[in-house]
Structure formats: C-alpha cells, structure tokens
C-alpha cells in the first residue's frame, strides 16, 4: 500500500513524531517514527488506525486536540454531519482572529445521521490533528432539550452547550381572549422566584442607554407568561450542568430561536434580565430576529427592518456586557452578517452547519453524477416527510426535472433555492442509503472537496473578521 504523508500533521510528543498519512483511497492513519505501545496497531509500520480508543490516547498527550471554552471571542460554529469536513473548516478559519466550533451537532442530527456525541468530537478531532490547528477551538452540544441529551455530551467533553427551552416558550397569538384572561390572573411566580410587585417593579424604569424600551403592565406580565417556563427549563439545565462541571468552565448559550414569533426587544431584555436576576452566567443568546432564516438559503425580509431591530438587540446586549449575539440557521445568510458584525461589536457567535453537506453533494455532482442522480431523487421522495422538523418553503414543483439535465448542469442544482433546501433536510436518508459511496467519492476527491469547503466557508466568515474602523482624519 502507497501512502502519502500529510505535512501539516507532523507533531512532536515527548521527541517523537507522529503524524497522519493518506492512501491511495483517501483513507487517513496515524503514523510514528518509532512504536507507540499506548496506540492500537493493526500491523507493523507504526500505523495506526483513528478508532475510539486512539484518540483518548491522543487527546491525553496534545493539550490543544481538546475542545475549550471561547468566552466573548468571535466565533463560527461548522457543524459537520459526514464526519471528514474540519480540516477543510479549518482552512478557511486560518488568519482570521475568529476562533472555530469544529464539534457541533444538534441531537436532532445525532439521530438522523447515528452518530454518537462522542464520534462527532472524535471526528472534529481527527481533523484538527491533520491540520495542525494548535489555537482554541470549541465543541458545541446543539440544541439541547433535556438533561438526558446534555448528559450524553457532557460525558465526551463538549464545552459548549446549547439549550433549547422552546417546548416551554408559550405561543400567547395563538390563544384565546378568555384562556389569555385566565393565565394573566393565575401567574406563578415562584416558578422564577419573584413576586407581582417585584416583577412590575424591575421593569417599569430601563437604564438610559436602553430608553427606547417602553413596556405596560400587561406587556410584562405577558413575557412571564411566554418565557417564564423556558427561563425556569434554563436554570435546571444550568444547575445540573454547573454541578457536573464544578469549576471547569463551560460555555452556556440559551436559544429561543426556534420560536413562533420574533422575539422582541423588550423580550431580549426580560430575558438576559430573569437569567441574571437568577445567577445564570451565559455567553450566548440566540434570539429569533424579524425575517424568514430559513436553511441554507440568504436572508428572507426587509434588511432596514433587520438592521434597526438587531440595532436595538445590540444595545440590550451591550448594557449587560456579558455576552454575544448568536445567529443559528446561519448557513448563507450574506446579506446580514456585516449588521450583526458591526452592531454587536464582533461579540457575536454564527452557527452554519448543513451547508458542508451541500458543498459534498456539489463534490458528487461533478465527479459522479449518477450517483447524484439518486440522491435527488431519493431527496425529492423524501421531503415531504424530512422537512416537517426544519424551517423551510421549497416546492417541488418548482425543480427542474433532473432526467432532462445533463450531467454538465447537475451542480447547477446547488445553486437553486428549491432544490438546496430539499437536498439539505433529506441528509438523513441519504446518508442511510448512500453514506458509504458519498464517503468513498469525497476521500477519493478530498483535495477537491477542502479547497471547497475553505472557499465555501470563507465567504461566511469574511464580515466577521474584525477590521478596525479607518481613524477620522
Ligand atoms: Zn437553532
């Protein structure tokens, strides 16, 4: 068998080398100058393979293959579902100041593609050892709905956790005069540890720099209504995770953008003012902004609207100081990101994530269209089913026949509104299916699929890199 070294790899652990090597498949290893006892071999050239246990070892000897806390520093999550993208990622984050969230996947995706918590961080590992990525980096347990999700990540040393209260978030548009009425009378408020007069009093004066925050009595009350369960779901969350962690650090986000409606300013203010009343200590909020965020395609709305809105959030988030702005469903959304940058001071986290899988699909499309061919098809049989639990509007009957495409124009598919979103919900099943052949194409193309993902991804992170503003001469 012909190897080929790759260079960036080369690491040195107590006077001896290690590094990753590649065959002719694609396939990667790990390799040393001389045996390594503690590393599981398969045969006797000092190869070995990426498995489990390897990468324990490895992780205990290279400080910097694990994940860390990133604090308030400009950060973009990746989110990698086929498991062999973070080198390509990592490329694209090379010279920025904004530091990388390789490990990142919901449960959600967990599910859909059987991964466990810990093949997501092994993987992202994987490739921050291939590249050589000695700078911090982060490992975000996505959209977290119960303590049993979090255990599971908690466990394979993610430092990032993102909760997701939204089973809590109460839809009030959604009910009735009489059942509203009812609810308005009956709050209670030990569920946040207050009392009616304590409530109404924080909120009836805001601090000067927020002045454009007004809110009646009726306004505040119907905020402890609609969040007071999500923020009470937050604080178990936060308290069962604080008492695993004791004094390692952690990142904490809380996310209501999975929500019915946008969350408004005095909203934002409620909420970052109930997680600090209760001692929360957070680093992200993930509010659900004005506008359609739909996956894997621009912005959908008024960008005035947005950017006088995010405007607003900013000075919210600015006047508590402790925290960033965090933009999920940021896959693609170009027109927005420079406001956000901008507004937020650079304290701002984006999270992308099934865009790689797009730019793998793109990869397949050129160098084997037939089996492109049936991963359109299957997509097509399946979105109707796959795209109940995403935010998405593509028709199908808005697709161009694929049977009428020729192979030439079948990347062309990547670039339509439609037929991006369709292919990007049905990853599931299409990984089911064709996983093993998706795989075998990219690592035997793997050259061509990193310089996508770099260019792919640098174009989200451009905005993002902090220039400081030209000096008024
Ligand atoms: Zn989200």
Not at 8 to 34: C, F, H, P
Not at 176 to 196: C, G, K, P
Not at 306 to 333: C, L, P, T, V, W
Not at 381 to 386: F, Q
């Amino acid at each position: 068998m012909k190897y080929s070294l790759i260079n960036t790899s080369v690491t040195t652990i107590d006077s001896q080398k290690i590094w990753m090597i590649r065959d002719a498949e694609g396939n990667r290893y790990l390799q040393s100058d001389r045996p390594i006892k503690a590393l599981k071999s398969e045969n006797n050239d000092n190869i070995y393979l990426l498995s489990p246990e390897n990468a324990k070892w490895l992780r205990s000897q290279i400080p910097w293959l694990n994940p860390q806390p990133l604090g308030l520093k400009t950060s973009v999550g990746t989110g990698d579902r086929l498991g062999i993208s973070t080198s390509g990622h990592i490329r694209a984050f090379q010279g920025t100041q904004i530091s990388p969230v390789l490990a990142q996947q919901s449960v959600r995706e967990l599910i859909r593609t059987h991964r466990t918590a810990q093949m997501v961080l092994d993987d992202a590992m994987w490739g921050v050892f291939e590249a050589g990525w000695n700078r911090p980096w982060g490992a975000d347990a996505d959209h977290l709905k119960t303590i049993d999700d979090m255990k599971e990540y908690y466990d394979a040393g993610f430092t990032f956790f993102t909760i997701d209260p939204g089973e809590y978030v109460k839809n009030l548009n959604s009910l009735d005069n009489v059942t509203l009425r009812s609810l308005l009378n009956n709050i209670d408020y030990d569920l946040l540890a207050t009392s009616e007069s304590e409530l109404i009093n924080n909120y009836t004066h805001f601090p000067s720099s927020l002045d454009f925050i007004t809110a009646s009595e009726q306004d505040i009350k119907r905020a402890f209504i609609k969040y007071g369960g999500a923020i009470h779901h937050v604080q178990k969350m936060y308290s069962q995770l604080k008492s695993w962690m004791g004094n390692n650090p952690f990142d904490f986000e809380v996310s209501v953008d999975e929500t019915d409606e946008p969350t408004t300013i005095f909203e934002h203010y409620f909420i970052a003012c109930e997680l600090k009343r209760l001692g929360i200590e957070w680093t992200s909020l993930a509010p659900r902004f004005v506008g359609k965020f739909e996956k894997g395609v621009d912005y959908q709305g008024n960008l005035h609207e947005f950017e006088s809105e995010y405007r607003k959030h900013a000075a919210i988030q600015k006047y508590f100081g402790n925290y960033k702005i965090s933009i999920h469903s940021g896959s693609d959304k170009f027109s927005i990101y420079k406001i956000c940058a901008v507004n937020s001071e650079y304290k701002t986290h984006l999270k992308t994530a099934g865009t790689s899988y797009l730019e793998a699909l793109r990869i397949i499309a050129t160098v084997d269209p037939e089996l492109f061919r049936k991963i359109y098809d299957l997509s097509m049989n399946r979105y109707e089913i796959d795209k109940a639990s995403y935010y998405v509007s593509a028709r199908p009957e808005n697709l161009p026949k694929i049977s009428s495409l020729p192979d030439d124009r079948l990347p062309d598919l990547l670039n339509q509104f439609d037929s991006r979103q369709v292919l990007h919900v049905c990853f599931g099943a299409v990984l089911d299916q064709y996983g093993k052949e998706i795989l075998l194409d990219l690592n035997r193309n793997y050259d061509l699929y990193m310089d996508d993902l770099e260019k792919h991804l640098r174009k989200h992170l451009q905005d993002f890199i902090y220039s400081k503003p030209a000096e008024e001469s």
